[in-house]
Every structure is written in structure tokens, then in C-alpha cells.
């Protein structure tokens, strides 16, 4: 479900383009195809949450109603939705409902985003028609909870949330849509541009050719964030300085590309074999991705290509400057984290002062392979502070296999071990990327559950060593607290975390 409020949208961040979405553009004539279009009762959006005393409560809207239109204009989706709301800003609007299958009408007044007080269901999630070589979801062990087996495929979560789509289940229309609304910009997995090669890793012989849905993409403005899930031996290498110098000549339209290793699993016996990215390959990809990067800076952009962090460490070469990843366009997907996370961190580190007091033990949860890039962070940062002890202590990923080993895609079960094996502390520090937007993690176990798992108390998901530190010695704390309470910083919104719980980039 989606409350709809802007701001829980992608189209609040930093992208010029979906902000003016904010400001009501494109304006409602350019929504060709979709005002006038006939309101048919069972084709709407169900009311799922009146708030009382709302305007909506006032204007008799109930739950289990189907919101269809506004000022005419049928509505889809939250997109839709979120247009909708744009336009109405500052005056009231006609809202066009049913129930039972009868229409009525409501007129509700100007109201900012999320005002209206009502909630609705989100349209249902297209799914991918690929059998990807590397797909994430297929590698998952059984039993886990349903919403991680969605093999999702929306251009509508794209624009909204970040999710990576393959551009394989696009119509015309939505093409026409996408050009309409302005949704920019989409999240796409290029994965390699030779299409032979890109039709066997999508194990989709009928998938479109990619330059050409990125050239649609292109004239209709649409920005493109993409990436490559690098497999050895089957994308790496001359396919990608193929891939790389192919995007390049698609200039403006590729907003950045991140090349991030595939992730394999422990349950893929039955799947096709793809070999795990090596140290060598890793450095063979990081030299291409430099190449590249220089070409880009060259031509007076920025770098546009970058390698995820898990490249540099698998090949044990150090991560680029902080500076070398401009804003961040790919920290969902692993990029540049580790550097965002040391730069908050010694930001931050001074709200600590010299000295804690009481003193103050905790442990710092994680996976392997953040291990020692976060102690020597940690060290570096919070070392001087006396009375403040940090340790960090690194789980296995038992419910994975030993080869995923990012922090956000640790079981419950593997904190719960990592707790009970953790000294003495005051407090531990759980990575918030491993909750979902309800506070589980992948084996469905909440923040309680994990904390009486291992019989320890102070228990918190965070992102934020220094907030979380504050917070629990009682100090200043600039924003909201985090201790025991559902990891929902951090997060995307409303969907599993494509950082997290990846199923597009296979990793
Ligand atoms: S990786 Fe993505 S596109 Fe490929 S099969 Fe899995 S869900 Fe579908």
C-alpha cells in the first residue's frame, strides 16, 4: 500500500526532471490519452485507509471504495496519482470514486501532498518474462517470504523506487507513456549491448535490441541510470569495452553506469553455471572501468562508470576518493557505500567530543566483506574518543552460501550467531540494510526476535554509528533515534530494497 505523499517517491530527490512533477509539469494537456478516457468501476485504485477527521473522511469517502479519476483524468497508478495531486496544488479537484460499482463524485480542497488522507492500493507489480542466467530470485533458498520471489519487471517502480529493468515488456504505449510523464530517469540493466550475448545472460531470445530501447528512451528525454552484472567470461572483457564504448555514444542519455559483480549463491546446482568473479577479473573490469572514466573527463562529463565497491575489494585494490564518485548516482547498487559510510562517519565523529562518559562499549555487526575496511574506518574516526570502545565482529552468510558476504543480505539467524559470539558490550549495532521497510530480514526475523535470539539487550539497526551512540548515551541527537525500532532508514520505500535484496542485478 502507498500513502501518497511525494516526497515517498524517487520524483523528490535530486532529478530536475521528475521534480517538476512537484510543480505540476508536464501540465495537464500533455497527458494526451489519458484525460477523458472512460472511468469503469473495478479498473480503479482501492481505498485502503481513511484518516479521521480528513478532508477525505469529511467528503464521505470510505475504505473499500475505487478512486478512478481526477478532474477527468483516469488514474492508473500512483504515478498517475502523483500527477494528480500535482495538479490540483493550490485549488480543489473532483475526485471520481465507485462503490459497489456505483460511481459518485467528491470535491476535495487544495491540499499539500499527503493532506487528503486517504490511502490506496498500488497497482499490481509487472513482472519480467526473462530467465536471467544470474537472476538473483532463482538462487534464493525455499521458504523464504513471497514478496522476495516477485521477479519484478515495472518502468513505473523504475521511475519511482530505482528498480533496474531490462526493457524487454515495453509496449508502445508505454513507451508513449513514459515519454508523456517525463518518467525520467529509469533505472535499466544494459548488461552487455551485443545482443547475442545479452539475449543468452537474459535467457530471453526475444528480447528487443537494447541500443535500440535506449535510442526511444533517448528521444523522448528519458534519462538512464544503468548498469552491467558483470559474469565472467560471458560479458567481461572485450563485451564490455564494447558495452562501455557503446553508452558512451549514447552521450547525454546515460546518466551513469555501474558495473557490479554477479552474486552466486549456494543454491544455484540446478542453474547454469557461471563462473565467480576472481581477484584477476575484478582487476581486469577496474582497468576497463578506468579507462573509460578518463574518456568520459575527457569529453568534459563525469565520470559517468563506476566499478561497485565490491570490485576494488575483491581486487584488493583501494577505493577511489570520496570525491571520485561525484553525488552518489549508484549507492543503491553498491557504489561508493563504503566511502559514503567513512565520510558521514569522520563527519559525524565530532558530536562525540573528546570523551564519553559513562563509558560506552559496542559492537559493530557486519558481513565479511566490509570487515576490515569498517574496523579501520571505525578506528580512524571514533578511535580518539576516550570511554567509547567499538568493535566490530563479521558473520558468514549461512542462509547465502559463503560468497555473498554484503552486510545487507545477512539472515537473522547469522546476527543472532554473530551476537552470541560478540564480547561484552553495552550495545550492538545491527546494518539497518539487512531490515526491510517492515523491520524483517530476509529469514523474516525482527529487531526483538534477533536481540532475544541471542539473549542481548541494546540491540539497534542503524547506518549510524555516531547517531545511534548519541542516542544512547542520552547525548544530542540530530535526527530521529534508532534504537529497537524497525530498521526503515536507510531503506527505499514501500518495496524490497534493490541494495539489499537484489533480484535485477543478481547480486
Ligand atoms: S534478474 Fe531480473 S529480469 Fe532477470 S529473470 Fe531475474 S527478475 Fe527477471
Known sequence: MVEYQLPKLRVAGSNPVARSILFGWPPPSAQAGRSGAACIPGQGMRITRVAPGSDAERAGIRIGDELLAVDGRTLEDAIDLTFALAWMHEREAVFELSRGGEPFSVTLPAAG???LGFEVREAPVRTCGNSCVFCFVDQLPRGLRTSLYVKDEDYRLSFSYGNYITLTNLSDADYERIASQRLSPLYVSVHATDDAVRREMLGNEDAPPILESLRRLDHARIGVHAQAVLCPGINDGAVLEQTLSDLFALGEL????????VGLTAHRQTLTRIE??????AGGALDTIERWQKRFLAEGRDRTVYAADELYLRARKALPPYDDYGDFPQLENGVGLLRSFEFDLNKRAGLLGDRLDPPLAVTVVTARLAEAFLADAIDRALGG??????RVVASDNSLLGPTITVAGLLSGADMVGALKRAPESDAFLLPAAAFNDDG?????MDLSEIADGAGRENVVATHDIVRSVLDLTGGAVPDAATTNRAASDNTTR??????????????
Open 276 to 281: 565467480a568473479v576472481s581477484a584477476t577479473a
Open 113 to 115: 501532498p499527503g493532506e
Open 494 to 507: 514501500g518495496r524490497e530494497p534493490r541494495g539489499r535484496i537484489p533480484s535485477e542485478e543478481g547480486r
Open 385 to 390: 574518543v576516550h570511554g567509547l570502545t567499538c
Open 254 to 261: 546515460i546518466l551513469s553506469v555501474a558495473v557490479v559483480p
Open 440 to 444: 524483517v530480514t530476509l529469514d523474516g
